[in-house]
C-alpha cells in the first residue's frame, strides 16, 4: 500500500504547527497504525528531518498512551485505540490526516504528543478510597452482588486515554470523571466517600478548563473501552444527590 | 584486557537479613527485629521510588502514608500507563476459598517447584503469607473483581497448579491492580506527600560514601538534566525483556535504572532467567515492533494443538480429530495444557521445530476452542473470555469463534534482577528493588498470576517495613551537597553519554541496531541455548556494541523533546546488559525452568537439572564496559522443599 | 502525618451550582422543563381557538381572572410572567455562559472536520437564539399588540386571525415552532440526562418521550396559523 499522510507538526509550544505531507511506502494491512508511523520516522531520521513525535506504549490497547485523531476521529474509523487499528482499515492511495488531541486543558508538547495531566488532577481530587495500607478487612466481609460489581468493572475499564476529551466538541470531560465516580460510587467499599467524591471530582474538572456536556454523545462513540452515554447521566445524578445531602448537613 | 568469558568467582554472598527458625514465623521475627523510625521523624526522609507500576505505586502510596517524603518518578505521562497495566489473566492468593486445598504452604511449595528450585525459600514463603492481605486491601480499594451471584469472589486456575486459587477482573487484572494503587498514589499526591515527576527518566544512581543517595533524571520533556537527592533509593522499573527487541513488554519498558544501578555497584543476579510465554500471537512481518500476550488463562479451557503429520497445511477445521496431535495433553496428561509456562512454551518450540507448526512460516500452534464452546456454549466463552478474542481479531482478523487461535511463545518477563536481600535492599546500601526489577522470588521460572502478587507483596507489605530498618540506622545522614564530586560526576558522565549520541551523526537508526540485538538474543539466548551459540554472541555483542557508537544516528538535540535520543539511550544499556545474560546463560550449564541449555536434558528432552553443581543464585559484579564481571554466588538452601526433578506428566 | 486530603470547608451548595458546569446544565434543565409544562398548557389554550371567538375570548378572560377572589384580577398572570420571563432569563444566561466555556475548551478545532460532530449542539445553540428572537416578536405581536397592524386589545381571537392573515406572520411562527420541536426534542431528553433520569433501560423510552412531546407541541401550535391560512378558523 501508497498513502499520504498529512501530519500536524511543531516543534514546541511556542512554535506555531501546520500540516506537513509525507508518502509512506510499502504499507502492509497487517501493520498497526503506529507501526505505519515508526517506518516513517525510520526513513525520516535517515534523511536527518526530526520524527514525528507520538505518545505510545503497551501497544496493546490498554495503557492509553496514544492519543491519535486520524480523519478527524480520535483513534481513527474503529472502535478501538490508534495502537490496535490496522492499515487493513485503509485502502491504497489514501491520504490520512493525523493530528493531536484538540483541547484547552490537553496543551499540545510537541507535534503528536499532548500534555493530560489534567486527568490526573482529577483523579487526585477524589478518585479513590481512602484505605491505608493494612486497613482492609478481609475481603469477604461485605460481599458485593454481582450487578455492582459489573457495572463497577465496565466503568473501571476507562484507560484515560483522553479520546472522550478529544471527540467532544466543547473539549468536555464529562465521560472520564464519571467513569471513574460510577467505579467507585456503586461499590459498598466507596460509599462513605460518595459525596465528596463527586463534588471534588467535578470541582477539578471544571477548574481544568474543560467544557460541558451538551449530550452531543461524541466522547462514547469514540470510547475505546465503550464507556456508555448513560455514564454521565449516573455522574449528574451523584452530583445532584450529593449536593442535596451537603446541604443537609 | 580479560575476555569478557573469563569471569572470575568472588566471596559467596549471603542473604543476612532472613532470621533463623521455622518458616512461617521468619517474616514476623523480621519485622519484629527490624529498628523503626519514629512517626514524627518520617517526613525528615525523603525516599525516591523510581517507577509507578504496581510494585512502585503501591510503594510510593505506602510509604507515603507512614509518613515518609516520597520522590517519584515515571517516563510515561501519567503514572497510570505503567505496563503493570498490561498484565491479563489474574492475581494469585492462598485465600483458599474453593475449599480445594490451597494453603500458604501449598502456594509457597507450587512457586518453589515451579522456579525450578532456583528461588530463596524465607522470600517465597513470605510472598505466600502476604498474598492473603494483598486481596484484602483491593478489595478496600475498590478493585472491581469478578465475583459470583452470591457477591463472593470468583477464581480460575492458572499453569502449573492444581487448586483454583487465581482473582481475576475479566482480561483486564493487572489493570484493575495498578489503578488501584494508582488511586492510592494520588491520593498521596493530593495530600502533599508524594512529589511526582511524570516524563521523568532516571539517567544514573547517585551513590555517597558507599550509599545510595540520590538519581540523575532527564525531564523528557525539556531534554533538562537534574539530580535528586534521598535518604534511600527504590527501583521498581520492571523487567528487562526488552533486550530482545520483541516481547510482550512495553514499548519504552527499559533496564536504564537496574543497569545504571548495576554500574554504580548493584550486582545484578540470574540475568539469563528469561521468561518466554507460551501464548502470544505470532509476528506477522519485519515491521513488528511488540508481541501481545494471549492470557494463560485461555489454557483454562483452550485446547493446544498441532497436525500429526509434518506439513499438514489444510485447514484446521479440515483437519479430523485422529490426525491432531493434542501434545500437552499427550505428554503431560496430569496437567494437560495447563503445565507452567517454560515447559509448554519448548513444547511449542519443538513441534514446530519438528515442521508441524501452523501458519506463515510454520511458527505458530493451535489454541482451539471448539469444544470449550460447544460444552459451554458461546456466551459463557465470551463472558470469561471476550475482550481477549476481540483483541485476537483485531489484530490478526481472523475469529477465534469460528478457526482456532494461532499462538507461539514470546519474551514476557525477566526472573533475573537486582539482587537484593530479604529487605529487599541491593548490595548498595540504601538502594533497594521491587517487583520484576528485582531477582527475588520466581527463582528461574514465573508461575502465572505471581508477577502481580509479588510486585504489590513488595510495594504495600515487604518494603515498607523493611525500608524502616535502614532509615531507622541511618538517621542523621548528612544532606547531599550538589557539589559533590559524584554528583557532579554522575551528571557529566550521563551529558557526555547523551551529547555524544546526538553528535554521532552516522548512518543506522537506534531501533535497528536494537533489532538487530534482539534477533541475536532470541536466537542464541532465547527458548533453547548452547554453548556454541552463546559464545557466538558473546563474540557479536562487543561488535554491534561498537559499531553502535560509531554508526548511530540519533536526530535534534539533547535539550528538547527526543524520542530517539530516549530509545537510543536505552540501547546503549540493552548492548552492555544482552552480554551479561549471555555470559550468565553460558556459565549455567544446567537446565531449569526458562534456562534451557541444550546439552542438559533428561531423555525425554525435559530440563535436567544440576543441583551439585548450580543450586545458587548467580549475582554479578560490574567491572567495566565489555571486561570480564565477578560472579558473587548464594547458595540457595532448601530446608522445607526438597529439590526434585520437577514433573508435570 | 497529613493524611486528611479532603478540603475541611466546602462553599454553599448555591455556589457550588452556579460555579459547576453540571449546576447549570442542571439550572437550565429545571428551567426548560417549566417552559416546557407551559408550554404543554399554552399549546391546549391555543386549541380552543378552534371552537370560536366565543370560547377562546372567554377563555383569555378566565385567564385574567384565575384565582380570585384571593388573587386580584390579572395577578395570576403576572405571577406567571414573571416566572417566565425567570426562566427565560436563567435558561438563556447559562446557555451563554456555557456556550461560551464550551468555546473556550476547544480554542483550536480540527483540520479534518467532520460533518456529522455537534449536529445537536448547533441545533440547540442556534435554535435557541431563534426561539429567544421569536420569544421578543411574540410579545410584540400579541401581547403588546406593538407590532400587530390590525390588532384591538381585548379580542385575543381576531388578533391571532390577523397576525396569521399576513404572510411573514405564518413564516415567522412556523419557523419558530420547527426550531421549538427541534429543541424539545433534544432539550427534553438531555434535561433527563442532566437531572440523572437516564438510564440504559430508560433511554429508549425518554426518546421517544421527548419524539412525541416535541411532534405535539409542534402540530398543535403549527395547527392555529394552517387552521387560518386554509380558512377553518376566521
Known amino acids: ?249 | 584486557m580479560d575476555h569478557y568469558t573469563h569471569y572470575r568467582t568472588g566471596a559467596p554472598l549471603a542473604d543476612t537479613k532472613a532470621p533463623d527458625g521455622p518458616i512461617a514465623e521468619r517474616w514476623d521475627s523480621r519485622r519484629f527485629g527490624a529498628k523503626l523510625v519514629n512517626p514524627a521523624n518520617r517526613r525528615k526522609h525523603t525516599v525516591i521510588v523510581v517507577g509507578t507500576g504496581l510494585a512502585g505505586g503501591s510503594a510510593g502510596a505506602t510509604l507515603a502514608e507512614q509518613g515518609y517524603h516520597v520522590v517519584q518518578f515515571c517516563y510515561q505521562d501519567s503514572p497510570r500507563r505503567a505496563h503493570s497495566i498490561a498484565a491479563q489473566g489474574g492475581i494469585n492468593a492462598a485465600k483458599n476459598y474453593r475449599n480445594d486445598g490451597d494453603s500458604v504452604q501449598r502456594l509457597f511449595y507450587d512457586t518453589v517447584k515451579g522456579g525450578d528450585f532456583r528461588a530463596r525459600e524465607s522470600n517465597v514463603h513470605r510472598l505466600a503469607q502476604i498474598s492473603v492481605e494483598i486481596i484484602d486491601q483491593c478489595v478496600a480499594q475498590g478493585v472491581p473483581f469478578a465475583r459470583e451471584y452470591g457477591g463472593l469472589l470468583d477464581t480460575r486456575s492458572f499453569g502449573g497448579v492444581q487448586v483454583s486459587r487465581t482473582f481475576y477482573a475479566r482480561g483486564q487484572t493487572g489493570q484493575q491492580l495498578l489503578l488501584g494503587a494508582y488511586q492510592a498514589l494520588s491520593r498521596q499526591i493530593a495530600a502533599g506527600n508524594v512529589e511526582l515527576h511524570p516524563r521523568t527518566e532516571m539517567l544514573d544512581l547517585i551513590v555517597i560514601d558507599g550509599r545510595a543517595r540520590g538519581i540523575v533524571a532527564r525531564d523528557l520533556v525539556t531534554g533538562e538534566i537534574s539530580t535528586y537527592v534521598a535518604d534511600a533509593v527504590v527501583l521498581a522499573s520492571g523487567g528487562y525483556g526488552n533486550v530482545f527487541y520483541l516481547s510482550t513488554n512495553a514499548m519504552n519498558s527499559n533496564a536504564t535504572a537496574i543497569w545504571r544501578a548495576h554500574r554504580r555497584g548493584a550486582h545484578f543476579a540470574n540475568p539469563c532467567f528469561t521468561q518466554i510465554h507460551p501464548t502470544c500471537i505470532p509476528r506477522t512481518g519485519d515491521h513488528q515492533s511488540k508481541l501481545t500476550l494471549m492470557s494463560e488463562s485461555l489454557r483454562n479451557d483452550g485446547r493446544i494443538w498441532v497436525p500429526r503429520a509434518k506439513g499438514d497445511t489444510r485447514a484446521p477445521g479440515d483437519i479430523p480429530e485422529a490426525e491432531r496431535d493434542y501434545y500437552l495433553e499427550r505428554i503431560y496428561p496430569s496437567f494437560g495444557n495447563l503445565v507452567p509456562r517454560d515447559i509448554a512454551s519448548r513444547a511449542a518450540k519443538n513441534v514446530c521445530d519438528e515442521g508441524r507448526g501452523v501458519g506463515p512460516g510454520g511458527q505458530g500452534v493451535y489454541l482451539d476452542f471448539a469444544g470449550a464452546i460447544a460444552r459451554m456454549g458461546r456466551k459463557a466463552v465470551e463472558e470469561k473470555y471476550g475482550n481477549l478474542f476481540e483483541m485476537y481479531q483485531r489484530i490478526t482478523a481472523e475469529d477465534p469463534y469460528q478457526v482456532p487461535m494461532r499462538i507461539y511463545p514470546a519474551v514476557h518477563y525477566t526472573m533475573g534482577g537486582l539482587w537484593v536481600d530479604y529487605d529487599l535492599q541491593t548490595t548498595v546500601p540504601g538502594l533497594f528493588a521491587i517487583g520484576e526489577a528485582n531477582f527475588s522470588d520466581h527463582g528461574a521460572n514465573r508461575l502465572g498470576a505471581s508477577a502481580l502478587m509479588q510486585g504489590l507483596a513488595d510495594g504495600y507489605f515487604v518494603l515498607p517495613a523493611t525500608i524502616n530498618d535502614y532509615l531507622a540506622r541511618h538517621p542523621g545522614q548528612d544532606p547531599v551537597d550538589t557539589g559533590h564530586p559524584a554528583v557532579a560526576a554522575a551528571v557529566a558522565e550521563t551529558r557526555d553519554r547523551l551529547h555524544r549520541l546526538v553528535t554521532v551523526d552516522g548512518d543506522r537508526t537506534a531501533d535497528s541496531f536494537h533489532r538487530e540485538l534482539g534477533e541475536l538474543m532470541w536466537e542464541y539466548c532465547g527458548m533453547a541455548r548452547t554453548e556454541e551459540g552463546l559464545r557466538k554472541a558473546l563474540d557479536r555483542i562487543p561488535q554491534i556494541r561498537e559499531e553502535f557508537w560509531r554508526r548511530i544516528k540519533v536526530p535534534g538535540t539533547e535539550a528538547e523533546f527526543n524520542q530517539s535520543l530516549e530509545r537510543a539511550n536505552r540501547v546503549v544499556d540493552y548492548l552492555e546488559l544482552a552480554e551479561l545474560m549471555c555470559l550468565d546463560a553460558l556459565h549455567r550449564a544446567e537446565s531449569c525452568g526458562g534456562h534451557f541449555r541444550e546439552e542438559s536434558q533428561t531423555p525425554e528432552g525435559e530440563a535436567a537439572r544440576d543441583d551439585e553443581e548450580f543450586s545458587y543464585a548467580a549475582a554479578w559484579e560490574f567491572t567495566g564496559t565489555g571486561t570480564a564481571p565477578v560472579l558473587h554466588k548464594e547458595d540457595l538452601v532448601f530446608e522445607y522443599v526438597h529439590p526434585t526433578q520437577r514433573s508435570y506428566a | 502525618m497529613a493524611l486528611a486530603t479532603r478540603p475541611d470547608r466546602r462553599p454553599a451548595v448555591v455556589r457550588t451550582v452556579w460555579d459547576s458546569t453540571i449546576g447549570k446544565k442542571t439550572i437550565m434543565a429545571v428551567s426548560g422543563v417549566l417552559m416546557l409544562l407551559y408550554l404543554v398548557v399554552h399549546m391546549f389554550g391555543n386549541l380552543k381557538i378552534f371552537f370560536g371567538p366565543g370560547t377562546f375570548n372567554g377563555y383569555a378572560h378566565w385567564l385574567r381572572t384565575l384565582g380570585e377572589p384571593f388573587l386580584h384580577y390579572e395577578w395570576a398572570l403576572w405571577i406567571i410572567r414573571v416566572g417566565l420571563v425567570a426562566c427565560v432569563v436563567a435558561h438563556a444566561v447559562c446557555a451563554y455562559q456555557l456556550s461560551r466555556r464550551d468555546l473556550r475548551a476547544r480554542p483550536v478545532g480540527y483540520v479534518h472536520r467532520k460533518a456529522r460532530a455537534s449536529y445537536a449542539t448547533r441545533t440547540m445553540r442556534w435554535g435557541g437564539v431563534i426561539l429567544g428572537l421569536f420569544i421578543v416578536w411574540h410579545l410584540l405581536d400579541l401581547t403588546t399588540l406593538t407590532v400587530n397592524r390590525n390588532a384591538e386589545p381585548g379580542h385575543p381571537y381576531q388578533n391571532v386571525v390577523a397576525t396569521f392573515h399576513t404572510w411573514y406572520g405564518d413564516v415567522i411562527y412556523i419557523v419558530a415552532m420547527l426550531a421549538l420541536g427541534l429543541h424539545i426534542r433534544h432539550g427534553f431528553w438531555s434535561a433527563a440526562q442532566t437531572l440523572g433520569a437516564g438510564s440504559r433501560t430508560r433511554d429508549r423510552a425518554l426518546k421517544a418521550t421527548a419524539n412525541g412531546l416535541a411532534l405535539v407541541l409542534t402540530a398543535g401550535f403549527v395547527a392555529v396559523p394552517v387552521g387560518v391560512m386554509t380558512g377553518v378558523v376566521s
Open chain 1, 1 to 249: 500500500m501508497r498513502l499520504t499522510l498529512r501530519v500536524w507538526r511543531r516543534k514546541d509550544t511556542r512554535a506555531p504547527g501546520a500540516m506537513k505531507e509525507y508518502e509512506v511506502d510499502g504499507v502492509t494491512p497487517d501493520m498497526s497504525f503506529l507501526e505505519m508511523l515508526d517506518t516513517l520516522n525510520e526513513r525520516l531520521t535517515l534523511e536527518g528531518e526530526d520524527p514525528v513525535a507520538f505518545d505510545h506504549d503497551c501497544r496493546e490497547g490498554i495503557c492509553g498512551a496514544c492519543s491519535l485523531v486520524i480523519n478527524g476521529d480520535a483513534h481513527g474509523p474503529e472502535r478501538t485505540t490508534a495502537c490496535q487499528l490496522h492499515m487493513r482499515s485503509f485502502r491504497d492511495g489514501d491520504t490520512i490526516d493525523v493530528e493531536p488531541w484538540r483541547a484547552a486543558a490537553f496543551p499540545v508538547v510537541r507535534d503528536l504528543v499532548v500534555d493530560r495531566s489534567a486527568f490526573d488532577r482529577i483523579i487526585q481530587a477524589g478518585g479513590y478510597v481512602s484505605v491505608p495500607t493494612g486497613a482492609a478487612p478481609e475481603a469477604h466481609a461485605t460481599p458485593v452482588p454481582k450487578a455492582a460489581a459489573d457495572l463497577a468493572f465496565e466503568h473501571a475499564e476507562c484507560i484515560g486515554c483522553g479520546a472522550c476529551v478529544a471527540a467532544c466538541p466543547n473539549g468536555s470531560a464529562m465521560l472520564f470523571t464519571s467513569a471513574k465516580i460510577n467505579h467507585l460510587n456503586v461499590l459498598p467499599q466507596g460509599a462513605p466517600e460518595r459525596e465528596t467524591r463527586v463534588l471534588d471530582m467535578v470541582g477539578q474538572m471544571d477548574a481544568e478548563g474543560f467544557g460541558g456536556c451538551t449530550l452531543t454523545g461524541e466522547c462514547a462513540t469514540a470510547c475505546p473501552k465503550g464507556i456508555p452515554l448513560t455514564s454521565i447521566a449516573s455522574m449528574n445524578k451523584e452530583w445532584l444527590r450529593a449536593n442535596r445531602k451537603v446541604s443537609r448537613g
